[in-house]
């Protein structure tokens, strides 16, 4: 860091002193003076002091600051989704699945469309009333848990008997220790 070295003689008098200000950034200084007498020759005694300032100047301290930022990580759904849609059909028409799990039928399109368990026949279909998610658009999700080994039918009520109809198939729960 260089330094700087000046020397003042100040002589005492009445006139104003001017000010110095200065500008730009204000660097930290640590003075160090030295104020010596020195003698003069004229009849009237006037003191004057020769000062001798040394001027350091210290780096400012620079402290690195973070902001702390967060990555979002998805959940993955547990559920076995079947999506509704779009156009008239289920993504799938047969769902085999062990028992315990949820199924969610997940809304996809412009069309109305439910999930409602029961059967259908060529000319009509007959809820069952296990579950009914009633008529929807998208977005839209309906959950129902599988507690009962068996099959189970389904349909949309107002496209069912054109064919949208799908099955779940539930089977019972791997043995511990078996993979399936």
């Known amino acids: 860091m260089p330094t700087s070295t000046a020397t003042i003689t100040l002589t005492p008098s009445n006139t104003p002193t001017p000010t110095v200000t200065p500008t730009g950034p204000t660097p930290t200084l640590t003075p160090s003076v030295t104020l010596t007498p020195s003698p003069t020759n004229t009849n009237v005694p006037t003191p004057s002091f020769t000062a001798t300032?040394?001027?350091?100047?210290?780096?400012?301290?620079?402290?690195?600051?973070?902001t702390p930022t967060s990555t979002a990580t998805p959940t993955p759904n547990p559920n076995?989704?079947?999506?509704?849609?779009?156009?008239?059909?289920?993504?799938?028409t047969v769902t085999t699945i062990t028992v315990g799990t949820t199924v969610e039928w997940q809304w996809a399109g412009a069309l109305q469309h439910s999930t409602t368990s029961g059967t259908c026949t060529i000319s009509n279909c007959v809820p069952d009333f296990l579950w009914d998610s009633g008529l929807h658009f998208a977005p839209f999700n309906f959950t129902r848990q599988f507690n009962t080994v068996g099959t189970f039918s389904y349909f949309c009520t107002l496209h069912g008997v054109g064919g949208m109809q799908g099955v779940v198939n539930v089977l019972p729960a791997p043995a511990p220790g078996v993979r399936r």
């Open 80 to 92: 076995h989704v079947v999506t509704v849609g779009p156009g008239m059909s289920f993504s799938e």
């Open 53 to 66: 300032v040394t001027v350091t100047p210290t780096p400012p301290t620079l402290t690195p600051t973070s």
